[in-house]
């Protein structure tokens, strides 16, 4: 159980062009999603965290207009990264927390993580 | 501040060699704890974690881990490793402010290398 999907896993795109990552928890509901970018040899750098129904949360330093985030549905978060720039090409990783866990305590903020999707703008 | 340490980048071993991996962390609030692992080119991957009990916890795949309160510490140890335990190691911890309020914030990682 607790299964993350992200699509795609590759995609090479061109500069100035957008692209749609996909985060998908296929066997358990999410209300709450998290967009993590990942650079080489380092660690996760949280970038915003999705709420379904409602507007994102970025954090600090993570543009709201290039990183458009949205969580229409409770298996479902997208990230669209507009107008892409090399500098935007990164290991972006997705998580998940399961809504049925909400009521609880600690347990509840596990986050189950999607494979990731690597990005490379040319 | 709240932070989460890992006190080596890489660590290179051979293999049946035994291992360990270095978390601190500090906090002024509980703390819940985890080990995820990254294998090349995917996603994280739930290892361990201490939320209550022992603290000692123990994975799948021989890895273990103690929760040291008195030395803010959650170490990762494996007494034999294997070729295929070759992977990025990240220590996470969950800040847990109470009423359902919690973050959770990584380390760096450390990037284990077994080698024959």
């Known amino acids: 159980g607790a299964v993350v999907s992200q699509h795609p896993s590759r995609v090479i795109c061109k500069s100035g062009t957008s692209v749609k990552i996909e985060c998908r928890s296929l066997d358990f509901q999410a209300t709450t999603m998290f967009w993590y970018r990942q650079f080489p040899k380092k660690s996760l750098m949280l970038m915003a965290t999705s709420n379904e129904g409602s507007k994102a949360t970025y954090e600090q330093g993570v543009e709201k207009d290039k990183f458009l985030i949205n969580h229409a549905s409770l298996t479902l978060s997208t990230l669209t990264v507009t107008s892409a720039h090399p500098e935007d090409s990164s290991f972006y990783i997705c998580?998940?927390?399961?809504?049925?866990?909400?009521?609880?305590?600690?347990?509840?903020?596990?986050?189950?993580f999607g494979p990731g999707t690597r990005l490379t703008v040319t | 501040a709240q932070s989460v340490t890992q006190l080596d980048s890489q660590v290179p071993v051979f293999e049946e060699a035994p291992v360990e991996l270095r978390c601190n962390y500090s906090?002024?609030?509980?703390?819940?704890l985890f080990w995820y692992v990254q294998y090349p080119n995917q996603g994280l991957q739930l290892l361990l974690k201490?939320?209550?009990?022992?603290?000692l916890v123990e994975s799948i795949n021989g890895f273990e881990a103690e929760f040291n309160k008195s030395q803010t510490s959650f170490h990762l140890r494996k007494p034999s490793v294997h070729i295929s335990d070759t992977a990025e190691y990240f220590c996470a911890v969950l800040l847990w402010y109470g009423g359902s309020q919690g973050n959770l914030i990584f380390g760096k990682g450390t990037k284990l290398s077994v080698k024959p």
């Open positions: 906090s002024s609030v509980s703390v819940y």
């Open positions: 998580s998940a927390r399961d809504s049925s866990l909400l009521a609880g305590g600690p347990s509840s903020y596990e986050q189950y």
């Open positions: 201490y939320l209550s009990g022992s603290t």
